[in-house]
């Protein structure tokens, strides 16, 4: 299936897979046991010249684009779906600049972002506001040239390894979702602050915060794009691009633990030959391979027409991220069950995907908020006479 792909991408994969073979795949499960952030990985990156991957060249990026993004997200997570996620929130919270962001906030952000000096995160969740991403409390005031933040925020990605975050959060409260706007906030701005570690049921290494604001002044000139009110359709936007990547880290974790599953099944003995000799068993296989082989093309697809300048690309990352990481939980699990009673210990790395790919199931919009959108775009495609095979408009 390697013949739709590019040189580039070719090349793209080539270095992030030896990346994960040399750095991540031997250090997964002590990354998992001590919840520490690969740093160690992180410096493979830059030095790869991997952290930019999807930023503009103009930028200082190397204008790869979300499909190399995703390819790049994929080797990354077949060895440690924790780390795929540590890389990829960085592409989540620098689209907000990307799309939304003046010249100077691009030309002032985006080169350290795509050299991996700065690290970011992306704040729109609140404790009462999750699939409601509209209902935002946190609030910033505009005073004497400065937004003055107040308010808290959830399930932050990178919450402490990153220095610069893209917040989502309310400077108009009469008007909602139109009231929402970003503002960019560098670590170590006075009334910012870092809460509680979450203690996460899988991707261990990623460290996921609380973050709190108390009369937090920002300078104005922090506004993304300059102009209030724009936040949440930022927001949406930048959720379009970066859908494709949570789905290429539930592929990575799919195909990874297919990977360990053959090669298991392979190996162990029962009645006097390997119960991949079983054809019930084979079957197992075949499904999960098969899952997995859809997931992919469904992304690289997405990934394709996002890059080549699709509009309208809501539905297909939608319809990536919900395939991509049902398949997940289900391979993995699978693929649990075919390491039978060793699947369920820690002595084994597979548990580890299953409880990697829960998560995917979860975050950057909940797969039920994901076939809303698709529903959504299903009948307003169909109430504009638009052809129901059309997968995004070029
Ligand atoms: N692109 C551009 N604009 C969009 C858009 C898109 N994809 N989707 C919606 N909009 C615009 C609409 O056109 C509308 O504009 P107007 O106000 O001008 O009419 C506006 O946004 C509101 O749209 P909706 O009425 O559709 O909004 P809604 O309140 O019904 O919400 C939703 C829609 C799809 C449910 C949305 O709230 C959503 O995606 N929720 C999930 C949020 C989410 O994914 N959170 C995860 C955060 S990241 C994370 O998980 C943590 C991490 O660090 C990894």
């Known amino acids: 299936m390697d013949d739709l792909l590019t040189k580039e991408n070719l090349e793209y994969r080539a270095m992030a897979r030896e990346i994960a073979d040399k750095h991540v795949r031997p250090v997964a499960a002590e990354l998992d046991r001590t919840a520490e952030y690969p740093w160690t990985v992180v410096r493979a990156l830059q030095d790869a010249g991997l952290m930019g991957v999807w930023i503009p060249k103009e930028y200082g990026g190397r204008g790869g684009g979300v499909m190399n993004l995703c390819l790049v997200v994929e080797e990354l997570s077949k060895a440690c779906g924790g780390v795929g996620v540590t890389y ?32 970011m995160a992306f704040g729109l969740s609140e404790k009462a506001s999750g699939s409601d991403a509209g209902s935002l409390t946190a609030r910033a005031e505009k005073r004497d040239g400065f937004y003055v933040m107040n308010g808290d925020k959830k399930w932050n990605t990178n919450g402490n390894s990153a220095t610069l975050y893209s917040i989502f959060c309310s400077t108009n409260p009469d008007r909602g979702g139109r009231g929402v706007s970003a503002i960019l906030v560098e670590k170590g701005t006075p009334g910012f602050e870092i809460g509680k570690k979450e203690d996460l049921m899988g991707i261990r290494c990623v460290p996921v915060h609380e973050l709190h604001f108390n009369d937090c002044y920002v300078p104005e000139e922090n506004l993304l794009g300059g102009k209030e009110g724009h936040g949440f359709k930022h927001a949406m936007m930048t959720l379009d691009l970066a859908r494709p990547g949570v789905a290429a880290q539930a592929l990575g974790l799919a195909q990874g633990a297919l990977d360990l599953a053959v090669e298991y099944t392979m190996e162990r003995q029962q009645f006097g030959q390997s119960v991949a000799s079983f054809q019930g068993i084979q079957w197992m296989l075949a499904d999960m391979a098969t899952k997995v082989e ?18 309208n690309v809501s539905k297909m990352a939608a319809m990536a991220k919900v395939f991509a990481t049902d398949v997940a939980m289900s391979v993995t699990t699978d693929a649990v069950q075919l390491f039978g009673g060793y699947g369920y210990c820690k002595d084994y790395p597979i548990e580890k995907y299953m409880r990697d790919a829960k998560i995917t199931q979860i975050y950057e919009g909940t797969n039920q908020i994901q076939r809303l959108v698709i529903g959504r775009s299903l009948i307003k495609e169909a109430a504009a006479g638009q052809p129901r095979t059309q997968s995004a408009e070029a």
């Open 88 to 119: 990829a929130v960085n592409a989540l919270a620098s689209f907000p600049i990307i799309v939304g962001g003046t010249e100077e906030q691009k030309q002032k952000y985006l080169p350290d972002v795509a050299q991996g000096k700065t690290l």
């Open 294 to 311: 859809a997931a992919r093309q469904l992304i690289y697809a997405c990934a394709r027409a996002i890059d080549g300048g699709a509009k």
